[in-house]
């Protein structure tokens, strides 16, 4: 079936160091799944941080970067410095298809970054 | 984008007793999702439910433990039945929006002693 993995956390980071965070998916149902990541920031719901729909192409946001690679089918998820303020829980996802609802979620990543 | 609402926010509850945990939208949408998520897991859909009609159930979840109403198109209600300690988690509702991204609630953290 479809599943997601990503790095276990909690991961701990200082302020202004580089960060990635990995993902590789399974996509049974379709050879290119639409990708995404998803973050919760404590005290709130979670929320579309990036997503890159075409294989190949590098989605971004608040400084955060995914390439979705369908040759290795990861979608790491990479800063270049963090701040203290990026402490949250990521989660990268995949929806088999553009019509379809069904999101599946990876376990999701603590991150924890030290002023 | 859409924002939901859900309300409580965190409930304690005893078993066997029924709690209801509910879901606004600030627009209108055909249709929302109610996801589970036990501590350290990955949200798990429950259920799709559209106005009107009754909801989708995904496997391992059912309308008698589950039922969830939809009576118009920013509303849904979860109700969790004769709750028990392993029905401890938090609950999600959401909305998709184009290119199937999905739009959450801030989630109703539920613990059942």
């Known amino acids: 079936g479809d599943s997601v993995t990503q790095t276990e956390g909690p991961v701990t980071v200082s302020e202004s160091e580089s960060l990635i965070i990995n993902c590789t998916y399974s996509?049974?149902?379709?050879?290119?799944?639409?990708l995404f990541w998803y973050v919760r920031y404590p005290g709130e719901g979670l929320q579309l941080l990036l997503k890159v729909i075409t294989a190949g192409q590098k989605g971004s946001s608040r400084g955060f970067e995914a390439t979705y690679n369908k040759e290795t089918t990861s979608f790491h998820l990479q800063k270049a410095s963090v701040q203290e303020s990026d402490s949250a829980v990521y989660y990268c996802?995949?929806?088999?298809?553009?019509?379809?609802?069904?999101?599946?979620f990876g376990k999701g990543t603590h991150l924890h970054v030290l002023p | 984008s859409v924002l939901l609402y859900q309300k409580p926010n965190r409930d304690i509850c005893q078993s066997g007793t029924s709690l209801k945990i509910q879901c606004v939208a600030d627009?209108?949408?055909?249709?929302m999702f109610w996801y589970q998520q036990f501590q350290e897991q990955s949200l798990m859909l429950m259920a799709t439910?559209?106005?009107?009609?009754?909801?989708?159930?995904e496997s391992g979840f059912t309308k008698d433990k589950f039922p969830i109403s939809r009576p118009n198109l920013t509303f849904s209600t979860l109700t969790v039945n004769n709750a028990r300690p392993g029905d401890s988690s938090i609950y999600f509702c959401s909305s998709s929006g184009v290119s199937a991204e999905q739009f959450f609630g801030p989630g109703t953290r539920l613990t059942v002693l």
């Open positions: 996509a049974t149902s379709i050879a290119y799944p639409n």
């Open positions: 996802a995949l929806v088999p298809d553009t019509n379809a609802y069904k999101v599946i």
């Open positions: 439910a559209n106005e009107g009609s009754e909801a989708t159930y």
């Open positions: 627009s209108q949408v055909v249709s």
